[in-house]
């Protein structure tokens, strides 16, 4: 089992920055990447970035150039820089450790999501 715990979501006004921090524990040396997820009202949980253990990125267009994602291997945490923040990044984020399980099953787990509101 791997726990995350989510924090740093809040209220800002658009064009401001806030930074959300996860930190995991239990079987973190079964996790292959970690990433962000959101979920707005009304819409589906989307991919917002993720980071490999060898610190390989990958980000949604939406927001490429305007979020950073990080990683502290040895803290077992990961961390999402959001500046320039828009009226339409507000969502619940969530924390995902997509982990290894064998050599042929993985396994998704997710924190429990912190709210980000971005207003005009």
């Known amino acids: 089992q791997v726990q995350l715990v989510e924090s740093g979501g809040g209220l800002v006004q658009a064009g401001g920055s806030l930074r959300l921090s996860c930190a995991a524990s239990g079987r973190t040396f079964s996790i292959e990447a970690l990433g962000w997820y959101r979920q707005a009202p009304g819409k589906q949980r989307e991919l917002v970035a993720t980071i490999s253990t060898a610190g390989n990125t990958n980000y949604a267009t939406s927001v490429k150039g305007r979020f950073t994602i990080s990683r502290d291997n040895a803290k077992n945490t990961v961390h999402l820089q959001m500046n320039s923040l828009k009226l339409e990044d507000t969502a619940v984020y969530y924390c995902?450790?997509?982990?290894?399980?064998?050599?042929?099953?993985?396994?998704?787990?997710w924190g429990q999501g912190t709210q980000v509101t971005v207003s005009s």
């Open positions: 995902n450790a997509h982990s290894r399980l064998s050599l042929s099953s993985w396994y998704d787990y």
